[in-house]
C-alpha cells in the first residue's frame, strides 16, 4: 500500500477509514497532494475528481443527500478553499453531512506575502458545525479534533471543516504507516421525550378543532405510514405537503399556493389554525408563510431533534426528538373532537382541482403546460432533482406520483448549484434520475457537465424561456431595458454545443407535440446521459400563470 510521507496525512486517512466515511471528491491540486495521494492509493474509498471546486462541493452535496452519510471534499490551499461555501451553507440549512478537508500553508507563511495563501482558520465559521483547526505535527489533540468533527458531521446532520497544514515536501511517499491513530467513538445521547410537556401538548390539542400539520423537505418514506393515517382520518386536522415533502396520502393538500392563493381576507380567518405543528425542512410555499405570519396560530409545534426555525413568528414550543418518535408517543394521548375544519378545506380543494384541469386543457403551449407534460410523464420510481426559483414552483402546481423521490435544494434556496447537485445525486442513488430545471440555473452551473461521472440514465429537462421568468410575476415588473438586462438578463443562449462538447444527447422541443416526442426519445435514449431542451414563450408564460390562480375560483 502507498502512504503519504506526512504523518498528520495519514492520520487523517486512518480515521476516515475507521469511520466508514469513504465517498471523497478531490480537487487537483499541489498542497493537497498528501491526501489526494492517500486516498486515491487506498481501494477501499471510493475517489472522484472534480476540477471545479464549487461544482465538487455540490457534487459530494448530492451523494450525500441521498447515501445519508458524510461526503468528503478536498482541496488545496487558497482561494479553491472559499468556492466550498455556496454548498456548505445548502449543506448546513438542509441539515446534510459534508466534511471539507483542505489543505493548508504552516502557520508561519500565512500573512507573509506567500503564494495560495489565505487565513483559512475558522473561514465557514457562521456556517460550519466544527471547525477544526490542525497542528502541523500529528498528535493526539489533532486525533481528537479529526474524530470531533467526523462525529458532529454525523450526530448534527451538517457540515464541518477540517483545516490540516502542510509543509514541503509533499509528494513523497512510504509502503508502512509511521503513526497509528486514536479513534473515538461519537457521545451522542439518546433522544428523550418530555411526558409533562407531552400530555399538556396532548390536552391543547384535544379541545382544538382547527389543527394544521405543515410538512417541508423530507426524506422519501421518513414518516411512519400510521403516522400518516391517523392524520388523515380525524375530522379537525388539515395536512398540507410539498413536493419535497415526499408524504403523500389522496386527503392532503399537496398544492398549497393552488388552495390559498385565491383566498379572501373571510377565507384567511377561517381557515386560520389554533395549532400549527411542522416537521420537516424548509418550505416553499411564500404563500404560507404570508398567511401563518399575518393570521397567526395560538401554539405552533416544530418537532425536530436537531433545531427549530420561527419562520411564522409564534413558535412555542420545539419538542427536539424525531417526528415519528414523537408521533408514537403523542397519538395515543389525543382524542377525537368534532370539526369541520377539513370537510370545509377538503371541499375547497374539490373545486380547485376541477377548476385546475379546466384551465391546463385550454391553455397554450407554455411553461405551465410544459411542467404538466414533464410532470405526469416522469418514470414510476424514478428520482426527481429540481432546481430552484421558478421551476420549484411550477412543480407545486402539479401532482407527482406517489413512487417518485423529490428533491430541492432548499435550505439556500440558490440557483448556483442544482445542476451539480443532481449529478452528485444521480451517482449516489442507481435510481432512475430527471432534473428538471431553468434556464438561467443551468447555464449558470454548466461546469458541472465537465464530470467524468455523469450516469447513462441521467437526463435534464431544460426549460428555456430566454430568461429568469420568475421576475416577470414578481412585484416590480416592468418592460423596460433595466428589467430586461439586469432582472430578468434576457438572452438568446441554448445548450446545444455545451451537449456537443461533454458528449450527452440533445433534443429539442418547441410545441406540444414534439415535446411529447422529446420525452419519449429522451427516456429512451439509453447510451448515455441526455438533455432536452425545451423553448417556451416569454412574454406569454408570466400571463398565463397570473390567469391560473384567477380562475380557480
Known amino acids: 500500500m502507498t502512504y503519504p510521507k506526512i504523518p498528520l496525512a495519514q492520520s487523517i486517512l486512518q480515521i476516515f477509514l475507521a469511520k466508514e466515511i469513504t465517498n471523497i471528491i478531490i480537487s487537483p491540486g499541489s498542497r493537497n497532494a498528501p491526501l489526494t495521494i492517500g486516498f486515491a492509493s487506498n481501494p477501499a474509498f471510493k475517489c472522484y475528481s472534480i476540477a471545479d471546486e464549487r461544482v465538487a462541493a455540490f457534487f459530494a452535496l448530492g451523494i450525500a443527500q441521498q447515501t445519508r452519510k458524510p461526503t468528503v471534499i478536498v482541496c488545496t490551499s487558497g482561494s479553491a478553499l472559499l468556492n466550498y461555501y455556496p454548498a456548505l451553507s445548502e449543506a448546513f440549512y438542509s441539515e446534510i453531512p459534508l466534511i471539507v478537508v483542505s489543505a493548508d500553508r504552516p502557520q508561519s507563511k ?70 497509528k491513530s486514536k479513534v473515538f467513538a461519537s457521545a451522542n445521547e439518546l433522544q428523550t421525550i418530555d411526558s409533562a410537556a407531552l400530555l399538556e401538548s396532548a390536552n391543547i390539542w384535544n379541545t382544538a378543532t382547527r389543527k394544521l400539520i405543515l410538512t417541508g423537505v423530507n426524506e422519501p418514506n421518513s414518516i411512519d405510514q400510521k403516522t400518516i393515517d391517523a392524520f388523515a382520518i380525524d375530522e379537525s386536522v388539515v395536512v398540507m405537503t410539498e413536493t419535497t415533502s415526499n408524504i403523500h396520502h389522496p386527503s392532503f393538500i399537496n398544492s398549497i399556493d393552488t388552495i390559498i392563493t385565491p383566498f379572501t381576507a373571510d377565507d384567511f380567518e377561517a381557515f386560520r389554525p389554533e395549532i400549527l405543528v411542522t416537521f420537516g425542512g424548509m418550505v416553499v410555499s411564500k404563500r404560507i408563510k404570508a398567511f401563518l405570519r399575518k393570521y397567526k396560530p395560538k401554539h405552533h409545534w416544530h418537532i425536530d431533534s436537531l433545531r427549530a426555525y420561527d419562520t411564522f413568528g409564534s413558535l412555542s414550543k420545539h419538542f ?15 382524542a377525537k373532537i368534532e370539526s369541520d375544519y377539513f370537510s370545509r378545506m377538503d371541499s375547497v380543494k374539490t373545486l380547485r382541482n376541477e377548476k385546475h384541469e379546466i384551465y391546463l386543457s385550454k391553455i397554450p403551449f407554455s411553461d405551465l403546460k410544459v ?44 440557483i448556483d448549484g442544482s445542476t451539480s447537485t443532481a449529478i452528485g445525486a444521480a451517482v449516489g442513488n442507481p435510481k432512475q434520475t430527471v432534473f428538471i430545471t431553468g434556464d438561467i440555473g443551468f447555464l449558470y452551473d454548466s461546469n458541472a457537465l465537465w464530470n467524468n461521472y455523469i450516469p447513462k440514465n441521467f437526463k435534464i429537462i431544460l426549460i428555456n424561456n430566454g430568461g429568469g421568468g420568475i421576475f416577470r410575476i414578481l412585484p416590480g415588473h416592468e418592460e423596460t431595458p433595466v428589467f430586461n438586462t439586469f432582472f430578468e438578463t434576457t438572452h438568446k443562449l441554448t445548450a446545444e454545443h455545451l451537449a456537443k462538447m461533454y458528449n ?11 415535446l411529447i416526442q422529446g420525452l419519449d426519445t429522451l427516456y429512451a435514449q439509453n447510451d448515455k446521459p441526455g438533455i432536452l431542451e425545451v423553448f417556451t414563450p416569454t412574454l406569454e408564460n408570466n400571463a398565463i400563470l397570473l390567469q391560473y390562480f384567477k380562475e380557480l375560483v
Open 504 to 514: 450527452l444527447n440533445y433534443n429539442v422541443a418547441n410545441d406540444e407535440t414534439s
Open 110 to 179: 500565512i500573512d507573509i506575502g506567500d503564494g495560495q495563501t489565505i487565513r483559512q482558520q475558522n473561514v465557514f465559521e457562521n456556517h460550519s458545525l466544527y471547525n477544526a483547526n490542525l497542528t502541523e505535527e500529528a498528535s493526539e489533540e489533532n486525533d481528537i479534533k479529526i474524530n470531533e468533527a467526523i462525529n458532529t458531521a454525523i450526530d448534527k446532520k451538517g457540515p464541518v471543516h477540517i483545516n490540516a497544514p502542510f509543509e514541503e515536501p509533499l509528494y513523497e511517499t512510504i509502503s508502512e504507516l509511521s503513526v
Open 371 to 414: 411542467f404538466e407534460k414533464v410532470i405526469k410523464g416522469l418514470p414510476k420510481n424514478s428520482q426527481l432533482q429540481i432546481s430552484n426559483s421558478s421551476a420549484i414552483r411550477y412543480a407545486q402546481l402539479i401532482s407527482i406520483d406517489n413512487s417518485i423521490e423529490v428533491y430541492c435544494n432548499r435550505g439556500t434556496s440558490g
Open 320 to 334: 427536539e426528538i424525531d417526528p415519528n418518535t414523537f408521533f408514537n408517543a403523542f397519538l395515543p394521548l389525543t
